[in-house]
């Protein structure tokens, strides 16, 4: 019965690369070959197991890698899975082109929805031959980032920290504090600013050249396909960035220097005073991270049966990791592990307001056990839905290439990175990818000039 498994008591074996492989050739032999309706849905539900099967694997080695970096067998298998789901994915290639040219694709389209074909056709133009390799390789990069990040032990007032164990710090009401903690992890990303820059360096060549063997000019017309979106495009989002500069900065302008006033500092905000929303302090959950679950089954439970049931299932099969440990991947994310039907929620409660909002991707459970239900009654594979080897990881905490805040989509590891942000020189968007005032962020001064009673580091 795998509607009771505990997420501790899923097995995980790797499978054969080679006999994957070949099974989606057949598959597309046999879909291409097809002389009838249920020949050709017979391969593709078959090919929708495969695909399922094949992505709980790679899911149960990606969030146990990600749990806890330092484990050295999950390390391995993370390892074969960057190289394995590009190889994958050409593979699959073969059964995609053979979907798009089957002669029963209006019956397929009327039974599981025009949407499949869609999707497939935005795939076929995310992948070639020609560019397995650089994939690979940008996999690995984003592996080496991601373990980066998790390796940080940050020395703060007597303690170690990680990156998200030190934000409550960041936060603090006291300025002293929170302008030390700042400094001190920003003397971890100095320490680290020259693998940071050579991932970020590399990887925006890999892409690149990704994007040109596709034959475009560069990655961004590939980047946005890679995102699997279809209601809108780039130019929909240079709509969107329009409206925030003409209509969400000023606004946020008006916040910020409200902020400024309420906690009797100078405007622009420092990137310290920033932190802080009211002089008392910020809003924080109370309790322990159990705590805030046990609040999340009340309110689960009060929203209505089906979310409290599912809320409860979520808590007795172990599907939420949510402390801040050391060796854990940074940020937070929900994803699927498609042969137990279940969603998996990650996160890193660290005593803030905005760990407490991790637990919030559990909101989004529901609708994906909803996903393998057809709107018009039939049987809906979730990867008919979702396009193939696609799984929908989102990471938040992960900093764009191009955006502030960037998230880590585990369907083709494209992971966006942070650039190591230099202090004095910050970019036009806020580290967590709100727009920033109209007048930007200014980093503290400790001269003189500067009022002490805010943002003067302790004596030592």
């Not at 054969?16 to 057949?26: F, G, T």
């Not at 609708?367 to 839905?385: D, I, K, Q, S, T």
């Amino acid at each position: 019965m795998t509607d009771s498994v505990k997420f501790k008591d899923m097995p995980y074996e790797r499978p054969d690369l080679e006999a994957v492989k070949a099974e989606y050739a057949r598959l597309a032999a046999e879909l291409a070959a097809a002389e009838t309706f249920e020949a050709a849905e017979a391969a593709f539900l078959e090919k929708d197991q495969l695909d399922r099967h094949t992505q709980t694997a790679a899911e149960l080695a990606m969030i146990r890698h990600v749990i806890d970096t330092r484990d050295e067998f999950y390390d391995v298998e993370a390892s074969f899975w960057d190289g394995a789901q590009p190889e994958l994915q050409s593979a699959a290639d073969a059964f995609t082109a053979a979907l798009l040219a089957t002669p029963f694709r209006a019956q397929l389209a009327e039974k599981y929805g025009e949407l499949l074909f869609a999707q497939a056709e935005q795939e076929r133009r995310t992948i070639k031959p020609e560019i397995v390799e650089d994939m690979k390789r940008e996999n690995a990069l984003a592996q080496e980032y991601v373990k980066l990040i998790a390796s940080a032990q940050i020395p703060f007032e007597g303690g170690t920290y990680t990156l998200s164990q030190l934000t409550p710090f960041k936060r603090s009401a006291d300025d002293a504090q929170r302008l030390v903690a700042w400094k001190a992890e920003g003397t971890w990303y100095k320490e680290h600013q020259a693998d940071f820059d050579r991932i970020y360096d590399e990887l925006t060549h890999v892409r690149d050249a990704m994007g040109k063997k596709l034959g475009y000019e560069n990655y961004l017309p590939l980047g946005y396909d890679r995102m699997g979106r279809l209601s809108y495009g780039r130019k929909d989002v240079e709509r969107f960035r329009e409206a925030v500069r003409d209509y969400v900065v000023p606004l946020a302008d008006k916040i910020y220097r409200a902020q400024a006033k309420r906690l009797g500092v100078e405007y622009p905000l420092s990137f310290a005073d920033e932190a802080l929303s009211f002089r008392s302090g910020n809003p924080a959950p109370r309790g322990t991270a159990d705590d805030v679950l046990e609040a999340g089954r009340t309110f689960y439970r009060a929203l209505s049966p089906e979310t409290g049931a599912f809320f409860d299932m979520m808590l007795e099969r172990d599907l939420m990791d949510v402390l801040s440990t050391e060796g854990k991947a940074g940020g937070g994310f929900m994803t699927q592990i498609p042969d137990y039907n279940v969603p998996f929620i990650f996160a890193n409660f660290n005593g803030t307001h905005a760990g407490r909002r991790r637990g919030g991707h559990a909101r989004g459970g529901p609708r994906v056990l909803l996903l393998h239900e057809h709107p018009r009654g039939a049987h809906h594979p979730l990867h008919a839905l979702d396009g193939g080897l696609r799984g929908s990881l989102h990471v938040h905490g992960v900093h764009g290439l191009a955006v502030g805040r960037g998230v880590l989509r585990r369907r083709r590891a494209q992971v966006p990175l942070r650039a190591p942000r230099r202090r004095h020189h910050l970019p036009a968007v806020r580290h967590d990818g709100r727009p920033l005032p109209a007048r930007g962020l200014r980093a503290p001064r400790d001269d003189a000039r500067r009022a002490p009673r805010h943002l003067e580091a302790p004596a030592r």
